[in-house]
Antibody, heavy 124, light 107 residues
Framework: EVQLVESGGDLVQPGGSLRLSCAASGFTFSDPYMDWVRQAPGKGLEWVGRSRDKTNSYTTEYAASVKGRFTISRDDSRNSLYLQMNSLKTEDTAVYYC???????????????WGQGTLVTVSS | DIQMTQSPSSLSASVGDRVTITCRASQGIRDYLAWFQQKPGKAPKSLIYAASSLQSGVPSKFSGSGSGTEFTLTISSLQPEDFATYYCQQYNSYPLTFGGGTKLEIK
């Protein structure tokens, strides 16, 4: 059974840093793309970024709103995905979800499983 | 960036009804369109990918269609568990973008 479990959410001051983790199980972790998606309170879904699969050297993509501040990494030995968040702003307050994206034959990632989310609150 | 516009933003319907939600892309995305269902306080659930393909385990009461810039999600024979918020997403190009959501409420 595929499971994604996020952790690390917390209350942090503006300008601070936080690292989120997503523990994966039930599949070969190096195979799929892995994404982070966030949802501000009462708002819609916003894509944060992607780590491609091992075949694509785990290269990354980011939303403009987080590029240069957030870094996605993964550790296959721990079956874990990470989101390092620096220079946090109040507008980064959201529930952060990790998602699995299965690569189709053309290299596009299709979301199938989502974690339960972890809440990050940026406030003084 | 590709903008995804969903309509309506909210919809009231009765148990047993059939409803259709529309998603429009600001430029062509071929069929790289997914639909998700989200209930309050829960993570989204993947329903449809490639505009019309059902994810494993998703009942056939959900169906998707469209290509290019206009897409629809149709839910037939609404049941209480179907009342939720639905989102579309394009995955044709970066940044990946979502529609604003359609909240389906019980009439």
């Amino acid at each position: 059974e595929v499971q994604l479990v996020e952790s690390g959410g917390d209350l942090v001051q503006p300008g601070g840093s936080l690292r989120l983790s997503c523990a994966a199980s039930g599949f070969t972790f190096s195979d799929p793309y892995m994404d982070w998606v966030r949802q501000a309170p009462g708002k819609g879904l916003e894509w944060v970024g992607r780590s491609r699969d091992k075949t694509n050297s785990y290269t990354t993509e980011y939303a403009a709103s987080v590029k240069g501040r957030f870094t996605i990494s993964r550790d296959d030995s721990r079956n874990s995905l990470y989101l390092q968040m620096n220079s946090l702003k109040t507008e980064d307050t959201a529930v952060y979800y990790c998602t699995r994206a299965i690569r189709d034959r053309n290299g596009y990632g299709i979301y199938d499983y989502w974690g339960q989310g972890t809440l990050v609150t940026v406030s003084s | 960036d590709i903008q995804m516009t969903q309509s309506p933003s909210s919809l009231s319907a009765s148990v047993g009804d059939r409803v259709t939600i529309t998603c429009r892309a600001s430029q062509g995305i071929r069929d790289y369109l997914a639909w998700f269902q989200q209930k309050p306080g829960k993570a989204p659930k993947s329903l449809i990918y490639a505009a019309s393909s059902l994810q494993s385990g998703v009942p056939s009461k959900f169906s998707g269609s469209g290509s290019g810039t206009e897409f629809t999600l149709t839910i037939s024979s609404l049941q209480p568990e179907d009342f939720a918020t639905y989102y579309c997403q394009q995955y044709n190009s970066y940044p990946l973008t979502f529609g604003g959501g359609t909240k389906l409420e019980i009439k």
